[in-house]
Structure formats: C-alpha cells, structure tokens
Nanobody, 117 residues
Framework: QVQLVESGGGLVQNGGSLRLSCAAS????????MGWYRQAVGKQRELVATITSGGITNYADSVKGRFTISRDNAKNTVYLQMNSLKPEDTADYYC???????????WGQGTQVTVSS
C-alpha cells in the first residue's frame, strides 16, 4: 500500500521560509519521480517542482530561484525548501509520486501553506 505523508506546512509571513517533507512508503523509491504540486482556493492543481531519482529537477517558473526540491533516497523522503514566500504561494501543497515503469501515480493528503501579507 502506497502512502505519502506530508508535513511542514503552516502560517508564515511574507518573505519567510518553510520546509515541506514527504515520507513515502510502499514504493521502490528509486524507481519513482517525486514531485510537489499545489492548489489554491478556486484554482486548478499546478506543478511546483519535480525530481528524478538521479536528482534532475524541474520547477514552475513562478517558484524558480525561491524553492528547492531535494530527495533522500535512503530515507524515502522528498523535501521542498520554500524561501522568499509570497502571499500568492498560499495553497494546499501535495506530494506526488510517479512510478516510471508502471506509470501509476499517487498523491499525499496535502499540507496547507498560508503566507500572510
């Protein structure tokens, strides 16, 4: 059974930082691309960042230079370091995993990030 458990969300002031974590179980972590997505109220879910098992990263233009995705394959955990946060970063953030062999993907339950102005 695949489980993705996010943590680290919360309330932060404009310009602040947060670090999200996502612990994965039930998957062969090294076969999977890991990613973070977000969904603001009234908007569609959008890509924030992804990282392959080899460390290749991809970011949405809106977060480039401010957010950093990383993974610890030994701990089956992916992180999202978010710096210089803006009110428009306020959203529910979801961890995602995509198995490159089966093409199945799974979602975590989400963690809320609120940036106050």
């Amino acid at each position: 059974q695949v489980q993705l458990v996010e943590s680290g969300g919360g309330l932060v002031q404009n310009g602040g930082s947060l670090r999200l974590s996502c612990a994965a179980s039930g998957i062969i972590f090294s076969f999977n691309v890991m990613g973070w997505y977000r969904q603001a109220v009234g908007k569609q879910r959008e890509l924030v960042a992804t990282i392959t098992s080899g460390g290749i990263t991809n970011y949405a233009d809106s977060v480039k230079g401010r957010f950093t995705i990383s993974r610890d394959n030994a701990k089956n955990t992916v992180y999202l370091q978010m710096n210089s946060l803006k009110p428009e970063d306020t959203a529910d953030y979801y961890c995602n995993t995509l198995n490159l062999i089966s093409q199945r993907n799974y979602w975590g339950q989400g963690t809320q990030v609120t940036v106050s102005s």
